[in-house]
């Protein structure tokens, strides 16, 4: 096939059954940060495991080889297509646990008096774990961003950087600010002050899977139930960090660097189901002309193929509601630096709003979306909560277009 200017969306959404679901005809979904559709390559494959190979896995009879085949299916494709090792990729129920087991480890690991760097323009799942290393002596000092923007300024980071910095947590980009944050520019800072780097990509990854053998940090942690699989965390842990952090798995699991840091046992049926995400990724590089591409390659091609309709998507969306003064977006209003998660601040609840949303046939989130810290530092109450309107890839433009004429008729 020959390479083509622009994404298919015939083909994107053909790939996805609830576009086909009788039940959600009419309703366009605008709640993607919280939680993508899943694609029929996972949900085949969930099926497949559950139907021929639901046994305990890595066991010698056909069965269970064939299960413990697909877990290592879904992380060795994984691995490639992030551009790491296949040993390197863990798998846990959720970020935000991935994170604490994480915190546990570097509790273990640091003494008192050294620090840590954390932001408030975090989800609090990449914030709350670490500040409670406070209780055990570790001094948590808070990055934060710029009250009218919601920008995180490296700049700002500069001047914490010390020789007592052991750490420095930081979202790829907000799930309510939106804004893509440098992570190679930042993890360089920090790698020069001698402190390791943890990036939230939860936000991110959705739009795109990056290279993190290019991109630098030492932890990089997203969630596959966002990125159009199931609900699993992901996490990838530098190796030299991995071998000097205390294990948090049983003690025989100890030189098994995918089991150091998942303390319970995985979800078999799901960790398998992963490997549908990279079937997925690779059947849009197909079907887009790069058959050729193989591992990261393909993730770079596809990430660059989800990014550019994005922005075209999003700009309509942002020149809509920017210079409205009837509410606040928050984050930048060009596409081109933000991810597809349009944060709306109303000055009042939201939640009725997303309720009449609704009626239009738009499903929209209203919420603090767990970014208590951040809405406040904006000087935006958290209880009154924010209108969210966030979309993928395989959003149509039609459903933009709808998205705005039902904001334009209710706000």
Known sequence: METRDAMDIDFVRNQFPAFAEPSLQGQAFFENAGGSYTCRQVIDRLMRFYTQHKVQPYAPYAASEAAGAEMDEARNRLGALLGVRAQDVSFGPSTTQNTYVLAQAFRQFLQPGEKIIVTNQDHEANSGPWRRLAEAGIEVVEWQIDPATGHLDPNALEPLLDESVRLVCF????????????????????????????????????????????????????????????????????????????????????????????????????????????????????????????????????????REREITLLQPLLDAVKDRNDLRLLGPSVAQERAPTVTLALGRSAEPVARQLSEHGIMAGASDFYAVRALSAMGVDPAQGVLRLSFTHYTSESEVTGLIEALDRIL
Request: aromatic share 10%.
């Open 171 to 306: 979202p790829h980009c907000s799930n309510v600010v939106g804004e893509i944050n440098p992570v190679t520019e930042i993890t360089a800072l920090a790698h020069a002050a001698g402190a390791f780097v943890c990036v939230d990509g939860v936000s991110y990854a959705p739009h795109g899977l990056p290279n993190l053998g290019e991109l630098g940090p030492d932890i990089y942690l997203f969630s596959a139930y966002k990125t159009y699989g199931p609900h699993q965390g992901i996490m990838v842990i530098n190796p030299a960090l991995a071998e000097i952090l205390p294990n948090q798995g049983h003690y025989f699991n100890g030189d098994v660097p995918y089991k150091r840091f998942t303390p319970a046992g995985p979800d078999h049926a799901q960790v398998a189901a992963c490997a549908g995400m990279a079937d997925y990724f690779e059947a849009l590089a197909d079907h887009h002309g790069a058959s050729d591409l193989r591992g990261a390659a393909v993730g770079t091609f596809v990430h660059d193929l989800m």
